[in-house]
């Protein structure tokens, strides 16, 4: 048998994230690592998926059939953080200080509602968010005389450009105002990365998500991961064939692991 060459290690690789969202029952986070960025990787990754998507801009997402992507407000608000923090202190009030305020006060109808229902929400996000969102789009497309390389330009482009899926999020209780869980989720990755510097073959990187994709779950799933995976490696070798192995997911685990 010929063994295929693995990829050099000083390539760059990527590591996919996908998870469920907050409304779900039994939480997910799954580690997926690709050789590059094509679009083709979310398309195949996501080919039985339907429903909502929650990303960033990236537009690799955007040409998944089935799928209703949402935009992430953290996102938006971070481009006119960046744009504050250069300019002049006589040009923030009239410029980028208008629209972090715009997200402050999306954000801040977000807080106030946290532990509300899917229904309630929606409901007040109708009756607040949205007059908000239709004042806060119309200020940006009535922006002139703006570099749009400059981080201000950048930031209200993005906010236009984006503003269809950066809406959506109104028209579902149980939908985010931004990415963030995504982001934290990523975030145990990116320490461990730091640690070991890099995956050493493309075999290795896979492992590795396997690994953290475990992992994270079970940490999601409110277990310990050590008791988890000591279950795991000591029921599933023992497995009866009237047994499914559904009973070695996280949501199915028994006391001893949390």
């Known amino acids: 048998m010929r063994r295929t060459k693995e990829k050099s290690t000083a390539t760059k ?7 469920t969202s907050r409304c779900s029952e039994t939480p997910i986070i799954l580690y997926d690592y690709r050789p590059n960025r094509k679009a083709e990787n979310a398309e195949k990754y996501l080919e039985d998926f339907k429903g909502y998507l929650h990303t960033d801009g990236y537009k690799a997402y ?13 996102h938006a608000r971070r481009r006119f953080c960046e744009a504050l923090e250069i300019l002049p202190k006589e040009q923030r009030k009239a410029t980028a200080a208008i629209g972090l305020d715009y997200c402050g ?32 789009f119309a200020w940006a497309k009535s922006l002139r005389n703006i570099a749009p390389k400059s981080k201000l330009g ?20 149980r939908l985010e105002i931004d990415n963030n869980r995504a982001e934290r ?25 396997t690994v953290f994709s475990i992992i994270e779950t079970a940490k999601e799933n409110g277990l310990d991961p050590y008791e988890y995976l000591k279950y795991v490696f000591t029921k599933a070798p023992n497995l009866k064939e009237i047994e499914s192995v559904d009973i070695l997911l996280p949501w199915n685990a028994p006391d001893c692991c949390r």
């Open 13 to 19: 690789s990527y590591m996919w994230l996908y998870r």
């Open 185 to 209: 989720s990523i975030k145990p990755f990116v320490i461990g990365r730091k640690n070991w510097l890099f995956a050493n073959t493309p075999s290795g990187a896979k492992a590795s998500a």
């Open 62 to 74: 955007r040409s998944i059939d089935d799928v209703t992507i949402v935009g992430c407000w953290a």
């Open 154 to 173: 950048k930031a209200v482009n993005y906010l236009i450009e984006e503003e269809p899926y950066l809406r959506r999020y109104i028209e579902d209780g």
């Open 105 to 136: 006060k999306l954000y801040a109808i977000e807080k106030k509602m946290k532990d509300e229902s899917p229904e309630d929400r929606l409901k007040e996000r109708q009756e607040q968010a949205k007059p908000l969102l239709d004042a806060f």
